[in-house]
């Protein structure tokens, strides 16, 4: 159970902490990231919140080589703990991995379009304002997609998409346009060199999936 419920948190996000909401040193961390604005947040995981604390730091221990928190990830890769991610924030080698990944827009570096067929993100179009909150969970039952996507608001009428895979992204540019709650979207392939995305972005944030609408009640 651990394993899987690790291995399943891991592909939330391009860079994924495991903490505790009582460590100084995971405060540390999440302190840094947030001077960072990172288009595509982090992906945190309270392990004292997890009624399997112990069973989730086992795991992480056969995993990483060690049990304490924070241990963080970029990419579905152990980084190490506070010391050894702000030694890599400080060497410049944490963003280098972040934009491999991801948390920058794109799942490789490489600015040329035909990077958009390995890239994890899309662009949407078309967004009517107040409108990308409610896309997230719609967009995974209608691709069936393996995770729910990520939006990242960029305007009034377009968005970021990270999702959970390059499979799934397939999907998403494949369909080309979705209509999502009576909204027509447009789906983009996206790369580096797709849309510039500000390295701060201050009115972003990252959209809460909607909740799945409730069955009608029978007559």
């Given at each position: ?119 994890t993100m899309v662009l949407l179009e078309q967004l009517p304002a107040n409108t990308a909150h409610t896309l997230a969970y719609q ?55 797709g849309v510039v995305v500000p390295s701060v972005l201050p009115s972003a944030r990252p959209m809460t999936p909607a909740a799945k ?7």
């Amino acid at each position: 159970m651990a394993a899987a419920f690790i291995d399943a948190e891991l592909t939330k996000a391009p860079l994924v902490i495991f903490s505790k909401t009582t460590c100084g040193y995971c405060t540390q961390v999440k302190d840094m990231l947030a001077t960072m604005a990172l288009p595509v947040p982090a992906h945190i995981v309270e392990v004292n919140q997890q009624d399997n604390m112990s069973e989730l730091q086992d795991r992480l221990l056969e995993m990483t080589g060690g049990r304490s928190v924070p241990r963080v990830f970029v990419g579905g890769k152990f980084i190490g703990g506070c010391d050894d991610t702000m030694a890599a924030k400080a060497s410049g080698e944490f963003e280098a991995a972040l934009k491999a990944a991801g948390a920058y827009g794109a799942a490789s570096g490489g600015g040329d379009a035909a990077d958009a067929a390995d890239s994890t993100m899309v662009l949407l179009e078309q967004l009517p304002a107040n409108t990308a909150h409610t896309l997230a969970y719609q967009m995974k039952e209608a691709l069936s997609l393996d995770a729910t996507p990520l939006l990242v608001k960029i305007s009034e009428s377009s968005a970021i998409c990270y999702l959970g895979s390059v499979a799934d992204a397939a999907k998403a540019v494949t369909a080309g346009a979705l209509t999502l709650f009576q909204v027509a979207v447009a789906v983009k392939a996206y790369s580096d060199g797709g849309v510039v995305v500000p390295s701060v972005l201050p009115s972003a944030r990252p959209m809460t999936p909607a909740a799945k609408p409730a069955a009608a009640a029978g007559g």
